[in-house]
């Protein structure tokens, strides 16, 4: 069976230590758009906070370099949001968005490791009038890049928590094997989570087995 892959992903992120280059290299995996302000383009260069706060993947100087600056001018001009760049102080709130909303995914997967599902959280980021989907073709056409934002006053902004609950959580629970998320484990050793093949199975790896037996023996 197919697992919510990106999702195991994002929440194993190590705790505390989010660096751009990680949280864009997950965007890039998993084909995740980011932003339809200068989409058009090609480039994916935002992660929107709710308080319209726009943290650039690109540093000013590599968005010169891909856009001609009459069009980053107009574009930051129609802009009601605020654009952080990597570097500026203010861009560590990057770090605290993604921390915070792995924080809320890694709570959802722990009820369902105690075998609850919390429908509740899954129903705040369940698509509603202002809530779109885009496909847009990628390298593959078989594996578009999925855009999913908000439209709200005409400003589109959009988060990953709804891509994790539209592509990782919502498919499976719509086609009857919500029963997935019940076979999630939290490695006691290495604490990753992980869906054992076996579920007797306790360790993500035999190296964290391993582990765990030599702390016990010594
Ligand atoms: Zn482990």
């Not at 949280?23 to 260069?45: D, N, P, Q, W």
């Not at 308080?51 to 993947?57: D, G, K, L, Y």
């Not at 574009?75 to 990057?94: H, I, N, T």
């Not at 770090?95 to 075998?115: D, P, Q």
Request: net charge positive.
């Amino acid at each position: 069976m197919e697992s919510p892959d990106a999702l195991l992903e994002f929440v194993n992120f190590p705790d505390g230590d989010y660096p751009l280059s990680a949280i864009k290299k997950f965007y890039a995996k998993y084909k995740i758009f980011h932003s339809l302000s200068i989409g058009e383009v090609g480039v994916y260069t935002r992660m929107y906070e709710s308080r319209r706060v726009a943290f650039s993947f690109f540093s000013k100087d590599e968005l010169s370099s891909l856009f001609p600056r009459e069009e980053i001018r107009r574009w930051q001009e129609w802009a009601e949001y605020r654009p952080l760049f990597p570097g500026e102080v203010d861009f560590k709130g990057l770090e605290s968005c993604w921390g915070l909303t792995v924080c809320e995914f890694r709570t959802f997967l722990n009820k369902c490791i105690s075998n609850y599902i919390d429908l509740g959280f899954v129903n705040k980021f369940m698509p509603k009038e202002n809530v779109q989907f885009e496909l847009r073709p990628s390298h593959d056409i078989w594996k578009p890049t999925v855009a999913i934002f908000n439209e709200d006053d005409n400003n589109r902004y959009k988060t990953i928590d709804h891509y994790l609950v539209a592509t990782q959580i919502l498919p499976f629970l719509l086609r009857g094997d919500g029963e997935i998320f019940s076979r999630i484990r939290r490695c006691p050793v290495c604490k990753k989570y992980f869906i054992p093949k076996s579920l007797k199975k306790k360790f993500c790896s035999d190296k964290c087995r391993a582990a765990h037996h030599y702390a016990i023996e010594h």
